[in-house]
């Protein structure tokens, strides 16, 4: 069998594996579809028999590479016809009986259509060399997406290379010794603390690994996720690695709607251990470890709140650092309630530009509304509530009797006179 050789191919595909951190076998691969494309763009320079070819012409050829004889052939599979109507896709019966007498028609047999050295071209070659280039991005690619999909949801460290727009490109790092590889910190997910310096670094929260074949970074990284707070409160607080105390949610406003106030994160714990205080293991001691990651934060203010089974208790725990006089759940069913406090405590309450209730009310679940306790109207607070689910009520029947009046008619019951 012929041989185009490639003189020096096993000293190439070390020094490709080793440059782009690919194992040989994926080199080999590109180099391989590399090759195809080249003997691709030979035959369509050729424009033999054909002027033209089909999207799956080439799909019967096939390299086959010797790293040790440092060559390729190229092989096609052809069927055998009596009559040949297409040389690159058919054989004739009588020349495969030469070899093989025991050949039929319909049967495929694997020929070797290797050109000659000299033939396979220049441009066939530079064509070559450009596939192999992005084939092996791909091969890339393609092993970033495996390495990272596993990876997802998790904190890494992160270095910032440039900057592209508004978004931070950052060289990510996975922690297994791999090299670093490039990640795209959008400007949504960035904090607003953060001073994003060349090759400062920084923990960043791998919110998605893009799919399919991307020109920039395949990473997304976070600096505004939630996860990055559940992160880094695991890694300070043993008793959360050791799942003595548990974080049950998490509310964070890490880009508030205006730059008068600043980021806050309310996170409620909760612990089995009667022996344990959840809230005091998370600040520690002195607020030592609490302050580990406010740091981290770039001083971002945390609320530390007990979590509790009890939607009255859990609510006014969630409204920290204000002191709630009375919780009272107005409609249960659609989670509302009303939170009574003293006057002096309404504006710690609703917080700067209503940001403490905003996450007070994201962190339960419930819809709350603060309310002067000195001012609150109990009677007419609750004739507007009954009033308001009376509405609902009467809305709900009105849908149920247009599905069911929906469901019950049939045009062949109504007579209709024609002009």
Excluded at 282 to 304: F, P, T
Aim: charged letters at 30%; glycine letters at 6%; hydrophobic letters at 35%.
């Amino acid at each position: 069998m012929s041989i185009i050789k490639l003189y020096g191919l096993k000293k190439m595909i070390d020094e490709i594996s080793q440059s782009h951190n690919l194992p040989k076998t994926a080199v080999q691969q590109a180099l391989i579809e590399a090759l195809i494309k080249g003997y691709e763009r030979y035959r369509r320079a050729q424009r033999m028999e054909r002027p033209h070819f089909d999207d799956d012409y080439f799909n019967n050829f096939e390299v086959e590479l010797d790293v040790e004889e440092e060559g390729f052939r190229i092989l096609s599979t052809k069927t055998i016809v009596h009559e040949i109507t297409n040389s690159d896709h058919h054989i004739s019966l009588k020349e495969v009986q030469k070899v093989a007498s025991e050949a039929q028609v319909g049967d495929s047999v694997v020929v070797d259509v290797t050109p000659d050295q000299n033939e396979f071209g220049r441009m066939a070659a530079i064509q070559t060399k450009q596939v192999l280039s992005q084939k092996l991005r791909d091969q890339q690619r393609k092993l970033i997406q495996e390495e990272f999909e596993e990876l997802e949801g998790t904190v890494l460290q992160a270095r910032v290379l440039r900057f592209e727009r508004q978004s931070v490109i950052m060289a990510i790092s996975s922690g297994f010794g791999q090299p670093e590889v490039e990640g795209e910190l959008p400007k949504r997910e960035q904090l607003p603390n953060d001073n994003y310096r060349i090759n400062s670094t920084f923990k960043v929260y791998l919110k998605k690994v893009r799919e399919g074949p991307h020109r920039g970074p395949q990473l997304v990284v976070s600096r505004a996720s939630a996860g990055l707070v559940v992160y880094l409160f695991a890694n300070e607080v043993p008793e959360i690695e050791d799942e003595v105390v548990r974080i049950v949610a998490v509310a964070r406003e890490a880009n508030p709607p205006s730059r008068h106030v600043g980021p806050r994160t309310k996170i409620a714990v909760d612990t089995l251990e009667r022996d344990v205080d959840p809230v005091g293991a998370c600040i520690g001691a002195r607020g030592s470890r609490i302050q580990v990651v406010v740091n981290e934060l770039r001083g971002e203010k945390i609320d530390v709140i007990r979590w509790s089974p009890d939607p009255s208790t859990y609510i006014a725990n969630a409204l920290s650092p204000a002191r709630v006089d009375q919780v009272l759940l107005m409609n249960p069913e659609g989670r509302q309630a009303h939170i009574l406090v003293g006057e002096d405590q309404l504006s710690l309450a609703i917080g700067k530009e209503g940001q403490n209730v905003r996450l007070a009310a994201r962190l339960t679940g419930w819809k709350i509304d603060i309310k002067d306790g000195a001012k609150y109207d109990y009677e007419a607070e609750h004739r507007k509530m009954e009033a308001l689910q009376a509405t609902v009520i009467n809305v709900e029947k009105m849908l149920e009797d247009d599905n069911d009046a929906i469901e019950t008619y049939n045009p062949q019951d109504t007579d209709l006179e024609e002009e």
